[in-house]
Each structure stands twice: as C-alpha cells, then as structure tokens.
C-alpha cells in the first residue's frame, strides 16, 4: 500500500481516530468567499478522509459536523449546513454502501428537520450490516446533552429496577452513551488550531492522544492525515502507568534488590 513513504508502522494503527473538523468559515474568509462555501469545500475533505482511512484500515471513523451549540449560527448558515447533510449522503451513501461502511450517527438526529431524519434512516439502514468501517456523523451532537440522557435512562431503570445500582460500572455507563459498543477514539484530530474541545466525547476521549493542527478542515490533507497518525505512533500511551522500559527496568531493579 501507498503510504507515501511516512514509514507508519501498521501494527500500530488508531483503531479509532476522532476529528473536530474546523475552520470552514476561515478558509472561505481567507478567499472571499460566504462560510457556506467553506462547509462545501469540507464537505469534500470528508470524503478524501473517509476514503484515506479505509485504505489505511482503521477502524471506526468519527467526525463532529455539527454540534448541540451551533444551532446559535445564523439560520441561513444552519439551514446551508442541514441541505449539504443531504447533499451529501445523497451523493455518497451508494459508494461508501458498497465500500461496506457503516453509517451511525452520534447525537440527536431526530430533532433535525424531516428531509435530514428521512436521509439519515435510509443510510442508517441501508448500512448497518456493512463491517468494513464504521463512520460516526456526530451531529447535533453535545457531550454534556449525550451523558444527561444516559444519566436520565439509567435513573429510570435503576428506579424500574431493572439495573441494581451496585452493578453499575463504567462499561455499563458506557453503553448507555450515543458510542455504545464503539471503542472508545485513540487519536482525536482537531483542525484550524483551537485549543479546546467544544462539547466533544468528553467521557469517551479519557485517555485519546489529541493531534491539533493550524491546517483549516477544507485544506486537511491525506498527508495530514498520515503525520498526524506518525506522531500517534510516536507517543508512549501509559494509560496512568508507565511505560513498558520503565516497568522492564523496574523489574530488573526489584530483582536485583
Ligand atoms: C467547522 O467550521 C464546521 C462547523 C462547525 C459546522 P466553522 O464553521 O466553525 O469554521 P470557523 O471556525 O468559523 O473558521
Ligand atoms: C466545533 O467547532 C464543532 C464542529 C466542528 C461541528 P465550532 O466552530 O463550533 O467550535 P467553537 O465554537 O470554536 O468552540
Ligand atoms: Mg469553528
């Protein structure tokens, strides 16, 4: 496979790589041009990633297209955002269909207007038994909205009694959040150079390395895609422990004394 001599090593891929695709409205503003041509130029990086990462054989890809917050946006940017949904699942769906993605979405779909919630199903049903890739659209998506309503289920089943309070762990929290059975993103990518994490996986990204670029999301890049994976590469992922040389010499000390 072409990686364009990045040297990655492919025992050790994300499994899972989570972006925040930003800067839409800056690349556009850069060239003179309205915000909206900039969410239909990332439209088009969505797809060139998408493809990347099936190439690549990662897993489950997830990406934040629009959040709980940016209903505050005015309409006619809110409005060109819900139709470029549809446009795009419209020219898209039949080929990542045949590509075997699965198509879940993460976040509350249902309040979106109708002609998104029927283009949406299609997909969701279209591809849910496709086991090639997984590709979350996280949409009207809110960390804080997602764990409130897992919160509230949960309350409501443990008062049914149907789940005992005591058994309540963090795998069993865990399936009651938009990502249920998807493992949790090792890599989060976030474009456009902000530091934060606006209302994203918050419980999900615990231990996700973060990969931040000032590279806008209409200019993000395969390449940028193959650097971002060889840095993940490089990081020493302890998970609170320590690393496997730390723990070796440990081991040898404790021996020795
Ligand atoms: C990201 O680009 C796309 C969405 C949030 C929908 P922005 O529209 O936020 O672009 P900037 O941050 O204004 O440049
Ligand atoms: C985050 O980008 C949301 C998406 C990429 C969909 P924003 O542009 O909404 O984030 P803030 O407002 O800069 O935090
Ligand atoms: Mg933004």
């Not at 409005?79 to 509350?108: A, V």
């Not at 990502?179 to 890599?187: A, E, F």
């Not at 999900?204 to 193959?226: C, G």
Request: aromatic letters at 8%.
């Amino acid at each position: 496979m072409d990686i364009n001599n990045k040297d990655l090593q492919f025992n050790n891929m994300p499994q899972h790589i989570a972006i925040i695709m930003d800067g839409n409205g800056r690349w556009a503003k850069k060239r003179l041009l309205p915000r909206t041509m900039g969410h239909r130029e990332g439209m088009k990086s969505i797809k060139r990633i998408v493809k990347a990462c099936m190439e690549l054989e990662v897993q489950v890809l997830t990406v934040y297209a629009f959040s709980t917050e940016n209903w505050r946006r005015p309409q006619n940017e809110v409005d060109y955002l819900m139709d470029l949904l549809i446009e795009f699942l419209r020219k898209e769906l039949q080929e990542m269909h045949e590509n075997g993605i699965c198509i879940k979405i993460l976040g509350d779909y249902k309040s979106l207007p109708r002609k998104c919630v029927d283009g949406i199903e299609e997909a969701l049903h279209l591809t849910s038994g496709n086991q090639k890739m997984t590709f979350n659209l996280a949409i009207n998506y809110g960390s804080r909205t997602e764990i409130l309503q897992a919160v509230k289920k949960l309350g409501q089943e443990i008062r049914d009694s149907r789940i005992d309070i005591d058994n309540l762990t963090e795998e069993v929290f865990s399936s009651y959040l938009y990502t249920d059975s998807i493992p949790d993103p090792d890599l989060l990518i976030r474009t456009a150079g902000e530091l934060r994490l606006s209302n994203f996986l918050l419980w999900q990204i615990a231990y996700t390395e973060l990969w931040i670029t000032d590279v806008t999301w209409p200019e993000f890049t395969r390449d940028h895609l193959l650097q971002a994976i060889g840095e993940y590469q490089q990081r020493d992922r302890r998970f609170g422990g320590l690393s496997h040389q730390k723990q070796e010499g440990q081991n040898v000390k404790s021996k020795n004394t």
